[in-house]
């Protein structure tokens, strides 16, 4: 017998629903199908005093045999390949043959017996696009075993388990990066000394009193005994010599930001969080090599920490790519759309998977919205080179593309510019006769206010000279980053390319990271840093995959950095096979491995989504866990809440017309009148004036959940005076969300 069997079904499009049409017309080689046989005569129900029935007595479910997509034709024999690009709204057809692969020991025994199993075929089943990744995934895992892909050397032993647990920690690796540009880490110089206690912070050069930032932190070798005379008296008397000489010294330097342009939209995006020592802590280790742990109670902060690690990874190592990976789309999208708000190039960032669609910014970072994107920018920056190019009096279409714009750059601007610069750099030049010679007056004639002010000194003019120049030579490295879009014809091409050269933030699920993994790899993608949010929700293999996506270089993996924020003592990876939960410990992340192994972990220790008495709930399960200042002086935590009499309340509703908690289908749990008491809260606080953007309802199990919307869209929905409530959701999936009012619709089973 041959290792596989293939089969062949025709469907006619023209007998079947919208719903069914597009199932059929997104359906792609490699995906899933479970082939039901189904005797509706064979269904059973509960006779008194029987026991219960499977799920497959109850529907007369007679056999049920799974098989994979080798290849989809349309009904003129022609392989579709690209589902994508073959169905542009009229090249749709009237049927598909659907070609697939069974298990070729199973279809031997099935059509050997009595009965041909086959025969008795009388429906297909697809699982969501979105849930029907097993195979992909379980491909992945089988590649990595049986092949030898390298772990990065200096995490090598701490992934094992053995050698130091500290051993890949930035302060005990050789790449140690002395001096950093932190930005706007730090908002002032108060911030920045109360940041960092226990270290002593000197300015980098002679002044008087403090300056602003950015700051540049310089880690000053020096001997123990220049450490303990710089300490402070206090503490050369309290502490113990030995910890005197291990005190760190940083010198703080500074430096003026350039000048980008004469516009609003180049102005740079400062961060305003006051970042805790703590959170500081993490900063700093993040944005050095090697391997970084945070650990995050709830409201502590851990994706603006993992942010403001990425935006300084970013400016300080332009060459570096990052890898962003989150256990659920939610929190990856919670986590990129605070990316989107920094100083960072929106073109270096690329969103993959399908949790994009839910991504609430205003541009798609998806591989086709990005390509898309930097099309639209083109066009735009083709406007600006028409303009700029009549502004000098150049003739010719220079804005036709990209590549004519290169040579309008290397023909007019740059010789311009280099002359200006001649005479710019002449000792005798006076500001009035730099102003007079700066060639680009016309084109930044509409500029918001004037471009160089009367009396300015000739620091000041080269200072608005040079930042009006790089706005102009940003439009050109635009221009330059869009050729290849215009050179390469298929989409596929674009957005590999978009990928493997332009891309320098991609953030993506464990789950995509595991089911495109081979597919990525193949492609050359190459990136130095990887960070995890939520990493306690992440099995091992899927912490894994993302650390082995690209190819080995010289029989070395080029990982630079891995940083994994999470929380072991909130959820942990979902196993539901009790034999993988019980004995082969699946259920443990790596995150939580190597925290029991002692790897150092930074714990954040102040949180500022709750009310303290709210936090207090929780307060026990961490060392040390407090409040930052405003949960105890903003209004909106000391005001009482509006019908409430108490700031959090738990509630026991019992049975609902004789029934509690049910369970419809295996895993698929219920309770009624616990959805109705939930819904009656909602509607409550909305009569009360609530907003309902303000409000969200959580459940402990998908089938509350599902309850909970049909009690809602039955009581709520068309209602204007009700509406919806922002969010109803699991609280798996809601890990890292926040609002004003949770409520919770289902208690946890004893």
Partial sequence: MPSAVRAEVTIDLRRTSDHIRREWESLRPDDVLFLLAVDASKAKKVANGGGPLSEAEKLGLVAVRAAEVIQIFDDKGRAIRDTQAYFDGQNRGTSRKIQLRLDSRAYKEDTEGKRNIYDGINLIVRRSGRENNFKPVLESIKDLALSEVPLASWLHEVFLGYGDPAGATYKQLPNRVKKIDYRDTFLDWQHLVESLPGKIVEPGYDVSGSFGPPYLLETVDRPAEESVAKASKKRRRDAEPALIAEIETLKVSTYKPPNNGPYPVDAPKLNSVRFTPTQIDAIISGTQPGLTIVVGPPGTGKTDVATQIINNIYHNFPEQRTLLIAHSNQALNQLFAKIVALDIDERHLLRLGHGEEELETEGSFSKLGRVESFLENRDRYLQEVNRLAASMGAPGAHGNSAETAGYFNAVYVEPVWAKFSEIAKSEDATPEEIVKAFPFHHYFSDAPQPLFAPGADREAVLEVANGCYRHISKIFAELADVLPFEILRRDRDKANYLLTNEARIVAMTSTHAAMRRKEISSLGFHYDNVIMEEA????????????????????????????????????????????????????????????????????????????????????????????????????????????????????????????????PTPHFIQNLGEAEYAVAIYQYMRLLGYPSAKISILATYAGQRALIKDVLAHRCAKNPIFGLPRMVTTVDKYQGEQNDCELDGLRHRA
């Fill in 536 to 663: 306690a929700q992440i099995t091992e293999i899927e912490n894994f995959i993302p650390l082995a996506m690209q190819k080995p270089k010289d029989g070395q993996m080029p990982l630079q950095r891995v940083v994994l924020c999470g929380d072991h003592y909130q959820n942990s990876p979902v196993i539901q096979s009790m034999a993988f939960r019980h004995y082969a410990n699946l259920e443990q992340s790596l995150f939580s491995r190597l925290v029991r192994l002692g790897v150092p972990a930074i714990n954040l220790d102040q949180q500022g989504r709750a009310r303290p008495s709210i936090a207090d709930l929780y307060r026990w399960r961490y060392h040390s866990l407090g409040d930052l200042p405003h949960t105890h002086t903003q209004k909106e935590y000391l005001t009482a809440n509006a019908g409430f009499k108490f700031d959090y309340q738990f509630i026991n509703v019992p049975d609902y017309k004789g029934k509690g908690e049910t369970e």
